[in-house]
């Protein structure tokens, strides 16, 4: 039985910018998508048997509405591959904290078993895939750090500085539609080209929103103040602070209190996932 395990990375928002809400429900925004070498771990094992086994460190979520589960049945069906699989989803991102968890997974799920079902189809095609599943999804099939426009899917992959960042996530779990769903949030942010990319424009148009509703953002924001500019990863909760290396981060870490999670890891703008890929 051929076996792998494989990373499914963490993503940071560098900057989330609304711009409208589309008549389908979703919406037009703008962001700036960072990798990071730190993330889940999913293991594969091809069965002959053509049924789909998921087992899982997430407690409450039910098989059918993981969606590495969803992935996996959605590539089968889309290429009537004959075999089957047990993955296993060693969960050590937080959920509901807006660095892409949920989405990684699924991606993983599809590059990882494209491979080992020897589907052979392009990334462009499993991006089609996966974006049915979730509009982050893509960047992590793509693999590379990227400006993205539309709903997210619309990715020009870009150069990042490589810095070091200190993440840290409330014990609370936030939804993604009941913050782009809130009367409140800003819907107007001009467009921005990417030639134009500054930091001076780096914010989170889906902050205030998440602070009013979850002072607990607010506290995370305000100790790491101290330290930096803090700001908040798509739709939250994760809230992130940079440093030029990994002392000073890990340095901070060291503070940061017992009843937050909290993390040490690098950007990078290749996907670990697509780097240990290559060298199989």
Known sequence: ?????????????????????????????????????????????????????LSSTIKGVATEDNLVYKAAVALKQATQCPWGCEIQLDKKLPMGAGLGGGSSNAATTLVGLNSLWQCNLSLDQLADIGCDLGADIPVFIKGASAFAEGIGDKLTPISLDEFWYLVVTPKIKVTTEQIFCHSELTRNAPAIKIRALSEELYRNDCQSVVETLFPEVTQVLDW?????????????????????????????LKNVPNSWNAFVARGVNESPLHRQLENL
């Open 224 to 252: 790491l103040k101290c330290y930096g500019n803090p700001i908040m990863t798509g739709t939250g909760a994760s809230v992130y602070c940079r440093f030029d290396s990994e002392k000073e981060a890990t340095q901070v």
């Open 1 to 53: 039985m051929i076996s792998i395990t494989l990373p499914s990375p963490a993503k940071l928002n560098l900057f989330l910018h609304i711009l409208d809400r589309r008549e389908d429900g979703y919406h037009n925004l703008q962001t700036l998508f960072q990798l990071l070498d730190y993330g889940d771990q999913l293991n594969f094992s091809v069965t002959k048997q053509p049924d789909i086994h």
